[in-house]
């Protein structure tokens, strides 16, 4: 082999050497950058392990401290039911002491309410008959009211200081209504007036007669023409058809000679004129 051949050869096996060599260089250069980008991602991703820890550690935090806060609240809205848990029970403790005391009140109340009711009779015995009918029928509904168990005992003490108060205003009221008197032992329908309880008068349907009451005989005194004139005008001062005025009536108290009663100059204007009497419909 002559020496070019040679020279040729090893220029030739040098030059594959260099090539096979930049391939190594290329193969390791392609697999470090490889290995680079892994590393690089990996980081990437451990970044974003870390950044998302950390942002479940404030939620985290911020749970616990929203808990906190909560059983705070809670802490302390116990203590104020615990508050008004004590403060309830006391006031049980005085509605008991109530109780017993009402108990004992309606005790002493019901007696009373019977008490009041005689009186309410016995006053309707002696008084004047102003409005008999209407008071007979009121003191029969209250005694019959007292036995009732769906009124309880508080309306039956109202309702009978109710007809109590009834009862004070026929002796500071003037009215009018239409009622049976007794006149020689026989019962007449006639036209009723009372000025309080000092004057007492009557006139027939036909307004031809006249009557006056007498506390003295507890009769109905026929009066004359001139006294039937003055009850006219005080039927019509009832009726709100005339003026208040100063009137000359007869007065249910004395009896002088000649089985005359006393007259007397009455002011009806300081007697309030009464409406028509009604207690929740019913009449007084």
């Given amino acids: 082999m002559n020496h070019t051949r040679m020279r040729y050869l090893l220029v030739a096996g040098l030059s594959m050497t260099s090539s096979l060599a930049m391939a190594n260089e290329q193969a390791t250069l392609q697999k470090s950058q490889n290995i680079e980008t892994q590393i690089t991602q990996s980081a990437a991703k451990t970044q974003n392990r870390v950044a998302n820890s950390s942002d479940k550690a404030m939620q985290l935090e911020a749970d616990i401290a929203g808990l906190k806060q909560e059983v705070h609240n809670l802490s302390v809205y116990n203590s104020h039911l615990e508050g008004l848990i004590a403060s309830q029970g006391k006031e049980l403790e005085g509605f008991d002491t109530q109780l017993s005391q009402i108990d004992d009140t309606r005790q002493s109340i019901v007696p009373l309410m019977y008490e009041m009711l005689e009186g309410l009779e016995k006053l309707n015995a ?28 508080a309306e039956k003490y109202r309702r009978i200081l109710e007809a109590y108060q009834i009862e004070m205003d026929y002796g500071t009221k003037m009215g ?77 108290l004395t ?30």
């Fill in 255 to 284: 009896l002088v000679e000649n089985n005359k009663l006393e007259t007397t100059k009455l002011e009806t204007a300081d007697f309030e004129t009464t409406e028509s009497e009604t207690v929740k419909g019913e009449e007084k």
């Fill in 176 to 252: 009018a209504y239409s009622g049976t008197i007794e006149v020689d032992g026989k019962p007449i329908i006639a036209e009723q007036l009372y000025i309080g309880r000092v004057s007492l008068v009557a006139r027939s349907n036909d307004r031809q007669r006249y009557w006056a009451w007498d506390d003295n005989s507890n009769l109905w005194v026929p009066q004359n023409g001139s006294v039937g004139r003055e009850i006219d005008k005080a039927f019509d001062i009832a009726a709100k058809q005339a003026s208040p005025s100063l009137l000359e009536l007869p007065i249910s």
């Fill in 126 to 153: 002696e008084d004047r008959p102003i409005r008999t009918e209407t008071r007979a029928t009121r003191l029969d509904s209250l005694n019959e009211m007292m036995t009732q168990a769906d009124v309880s005992d």
